[in-house]
């Protein structure tokens, strides 16, 4: 007598469009969770209101994170902060976060997701509502309130992904993806030390995501987990070319607004800021720049993986690959005429980040069809503990202690505090040509990964 089991996924396979057999979390969920309705092409009116609030809620995320770079200027002011000490800030911040990802991804996979993101929103929103009143003779008190606030968001960031790979199958999926991280681009746009207070008011009334009628209910351990995703050279190659992703991001937010201000000292464009409050509008520049190119870059990612996929099933680490080494490349240009040309350092520097953005949603959406959805949580609490220990933890700091040694041993003047932020920028570009090569060995697994999440 025929498996019922059997005849069910059969099915259910001939219910999808072949495009989507290939692809997905959505197929391996299928196979785990029989008695659920998989053919979901017209998804219910509820899942588009989840993805609204989880999409609102990373908007608030990513302002919180980004709006030290925009006022860092002053910051370094109030607390007389070198660059190093500023490179540390931040750094702070995502070491606190990415060391937080590994346990909730470890609960994500195994209790109520709903009750983890509450939690975790409320309490980054508190610890930031309360480090905007920190005086300036208690600059360790801002340093450990970063970190805390880098605990609470490692909650939301883990999770949230994993929600709207249950809710949509492959195609909707990216598309989802694709809006949810275009809120990444749009959150770094704060610039003002009194949008912190607010923020962290927004933050606290802000509703979590209703739990979706799927669960994860994982049977193995985590070590088991990290053992079969370390096997997964997919997951491996591609968490790498992430990593590299991240240490750019991570230096170009921190950075850019100031070493953009330094330029335009030493071009004469700007007078020197020498008093305690400095006004500058490349913050606000920048993170126009920032918004346009991520939405772009994302939307654009997301759409040309789409259709690449129906002719070529390693479309998506190649799209990242190249992606990557037009990045580099724009980046290094931009810094190559800083010193001269301005406006073609914003318009290098816009490039730069727009081919960075395409890669947001579509890095995500390979995790998500090469890891079993068992583990996907886990998947991306690892990934977020690699990609920001070896990325944007410490490329901040890295480049601001390379900056503090290049002054070191020149004479102080506006000259070498432009020059050694130059230099030291240079290594991104060269981390962006790493991170291609990590994608393009993500190609040469990828089938192979894919059908084996399929298969689990």
Same mark, same amino acid.
């Given at each position: 007598?025929?498996?019922?089991e059997?005849?069910? !996924? $059969?099915?259910l396979?001939?219910?999808?469009?072949?495009d989507?057999?290939?692809? @997905?979390?959505?197929?391996a969920?299928?196979?785990?969770?029989?008695?659920?309705?998989?053919?979901?092409n017209?998804?219910?009116?509820r899942?588009?209101?989840?993805?609204?609030?989880?999409?609102?809620a990373?908007?608030i995320?990513?302002?919180?994170?980004?709006?030290?770079p925009?006022?860092?200027?002053?910051?370094?002011?109030?607390?007389?902060?070198?660059?190093?000490?500023?490179?540390?800030?931040?750094?702070?911040f995502?070491l606190?976060y990415?060391?937080?990802?590994?346990?909730? @991804?470890?609960?994500?996979?195994?209790?109520?997701?709903?009750?983890?993101?509450?939690?975790?929103?409320?309490?980054?929103?508190?610890?930031?509502?309360?480090?905007?009143?920190i !005086?300036?003779?208690?600059?360790?008190i801002?340093?450990?309130?970063?970190?805390?606030?880098?605990?609470?968001?490692?909650?939301?960031?883990?999770?949230?992904?994993?929600?709207?790979?249950?809710?949509?199958?492959?195609?909707?999926r990216?598309?989802?993806?694709?809006?949810?991280?275009?809120?990444?681009?749009?959150?770094?746009?704060?610039?003002? $030390?009194?949008a912190h207070?607010?923020?962290?008011?927004?933050?606290?009334?802000?509703?979590?995501?209703e739990?979706p @009628?799927?669960?994860?209910?994982?049977? $193995?351990t985590?070590?088991?987990?990290?053992?079969?995703?370390g096997?997964n050279?997919s997951?491996?190659?591609?968490?790498? @070319?992430? $990593?590299?992703?991240?240490?750019?991001?991570?230096?170009?937010?921190?950075?850019?607004?100031?070493?953009?201000?330094?330029?335009?000292?030493?071009?004469?464009?700007?007078?020197?800021?020498?008093?305690?409050?400095?006004?500058?509008?490349?913050?606000?520049?920048?993170?126009?720049?920032?918004?346009?190119?991520?939405?772009?870059?994302?939307?654009?990612?997301?759409e040309?993986?789409r259709?690449?996929?129906?002719i070529?099933n390693?479309?998506?680490?190649?799209?990242?690959?190249?992606?990557?080494?037009?990045?580099?490349?724009?980046?290094?240009?931009?810094?190559?005429?800083?010193?001269?040309?301005?406006?073609?350092?914003?318009?290098?520097?816009?490039?730069?980040?727009?081919?960075?953005?395409?890669?947001?949603?579509?890095?995500?959406?390979?995790?998500?069809y090469?890891?079993?959805?068992r583990?996907?949580?886990?998947?991306?609490?690892?990934?977020?503990l690699?990609?920001?220990?070896?990325?944007?933890?410490?490329?901040?700091?890295?480049?601001?202690?390379?900056?503090?040694a290049?002054?070191?041993? !020149?004479?102080d003047?506006?000259?070498?505090?432009f020059?050694?932020?130059?230099?030291?920028?240079?290594m991104?570009?060269?981390v962006?040509?790493?991170?291609?090569?990590f994608?393009?060995?993500?190609?040469?697994?990828?089938?192979?990964d894919?059908?084996?999440?399929?298969?689990?």
């Amino acid at each position: 007598m025929q498996n019922p089991e059997i005849h069910e !996924n $059969t099915a259910l396979q001939f219910q999808l469009p072949r495009d989507e057999q290939n692809y @997905g979390a959505t197929a391996a969920h299928a196979r785990h969770v029989p008695h659920m309705s998989v053919s979901r092409n017209s998804p219910a009116k509820r899942d588009y209101v989840i993805v609204g609030v989880l999409c609102y809620a990373n908007l608030i995320n990513f302002m919180d994170w980004f709006i030290v770079p925009g006022i860092l200027l002053d910051i370094q002011k109030y607390f007389k902060l070198s660059d190093g000490d500023a490179g540390l800030l931040q750094t702070v911040f995502t070491l606190c976060y990415m060391l937080a990802a590994p346990f909730f @991804g470890y609960l994500g996979d195994r209790h109520n997701r709903k009750i983890i993101l509450g939690a975790g929103v409320f309490f980054w929103s508190g610890v930031t509502l309360g480090s905007s009143f920190i !005086n300036k003779s208690y600059s360790w008190i801002f340093f450990l309130s970063r970190g805390l606030v880098g605990i609470g968001t490692a909650s939301y960031s883990t999770i949230a992904p994993t929600i709207i790979a249950d809710l949509f199958e492959e195609g909707k999926r990216t598309t989802m993806l694709s809006v949810f991280y275009i809120f990444i681009p749009v959150g770094r746009i704060q610039r003002r $030390t009194e949008a912190h207070r607010a923020l962290s008011i927004s933050g606290t009334i802000r509703v979590a995501a209703e739990k979706p @009628g799927v669960q994860r209910t994982a049977k $193995t351990t985590w070590c088991e987990d990290v053992i079969s995703l370390g096997k997964n050279w997919s997951f491996v190659w591609s968490s790498l @070319g992430l $990593t590299a992703m991240a240490f750019v991001t991570g230096a170009l937010g921190l950075w850019v607004p100031l070493f953009l201000y330094r330029a335009q000292v030493v071009q004469g464009i700007v007078s020197p800021c020498l008093q305690e409050s400095c006004s500058s509008s490349n913050s606000l520049i920048f993170g126009g720049i920032t918004i346009g190119t991520g939405i772009l870059g994302v939307i654009a990612g997301a759409e040309v993986a789409r259709r690449l996929r129906k002719i070529n099933n390693k479309a998506d680490p190649l799209i990242c690959a190249v992606s990557m080494f037009l990045s580099a490349l724009n980046l290094y240009i931009a810094l190559i005429v800083a010193q001269t040309n301005i406006l073609f350092t914003f318009i290098f520097i816009a490039f730069g980040e727009l081919f960075l953005s395409v890669n947001w949603a579509v890095v995500t959406d390979i995790l998500l069809y090469v890891v079993t959805p068992r583990r996907q949580s886990t998947a991306i609490a690892l990934q977020i503990l690699v990609s920001h220990l070896l990325g944007d933890a410490g490329s901040p700091y890295l480049i601001g202690i390379i900056s503090n040694a290049i002054q070191a041993k !020149n004479a102080d003047s506006f000259q070498w505090r432009f020059w050694s932020l130059q230099y030291s920028f240079i290594m991104c570009a060269f981390v962006g040509v790493f991170g291609g090569s990590f994608f393009l060995l993500t190609s040469l697994y990828i089938e192979e990964d894919r059908k084996e999440a399929e298969q689990l």
